[in-house]
Structure formats: structure tokens, C-alpha cells
């Protein structure tokens, strides 16, 4: 069964798990909400590498939507809005550019020096 409530602190409001800034997209949507509402699913999604349950992304997109006065609700319906969550939900996460580990500058350094005094064998 899915969860339905969102876990401690999974809201807009947590930089970790949603940047303010797509809020701000779509309160200032001059668009399709509809669109502008999957992107910012996408991004959350992504952001969070897949990890987060029914009831988180439909507590975010709850509260993205009550920041342009509940436009997504009152025009396409809670119906709606899960089946956005829940396609969302389907797609495969590659890694977020915030996510990547890249190896330290003596991890590199020490590598090229590696390769440095590397030379083929004649073929």
C-alpha cells in the first residue's frame, strides 16, 4: 500500500528537498500550469534520486499548487494531480548534477602522474 502523508520535514519549505526558486515558476506561470507542474515534479523527483513516497511528492505538489491559489486543483481535480504524481513517479532517475561525487584534486593529480609515465607497448 502507498504512503499517503509525507515524512518529517519533505515540503517546500526544505532547500534539501525542493529548490524555492520552482515555486516561484510556477506562481509566476504565464503558461500551462499543467506543464509547468510536471517540470517541477520532474525536477523534484530528480533532485531527490527517486526516493521519495506518494505522500511526499503529493504533500510538494499540494504546496506548490496553494502557491498560485490551489489553479491546478480547482481546474483539473486531486484525480488529476495523483495521476501526474504517479507518472512522475514511473520515470527513471539518472544522477543529479548536485549528487555526483567527483574525486578529490589529490585523487586526480595522482592519477595523471599515473598516466604520465605510462607508455603503450609497440604493437
Known sequence: MAVLTAAAGVGIDNPAVFNPAWADGYR????????TMRSILG???RKNGGT???GDMLTISRQVDATAGLYFLRKYGETRLRDLVRFTMQQPVSPSPD??????AVAVTRAALRLAHFKPKPI
Open 99 to 104: 549528487t555526483i561525487v567527483l574525486p578529490s
Open 52 to 54: 521519495l513516497t506518494l
Open 28 to 35: 509566476h506561470c504565464t503558461g500551462s500550469h499543467w506543464e
Open 43 to 45: 525536477r523534484v523527483w
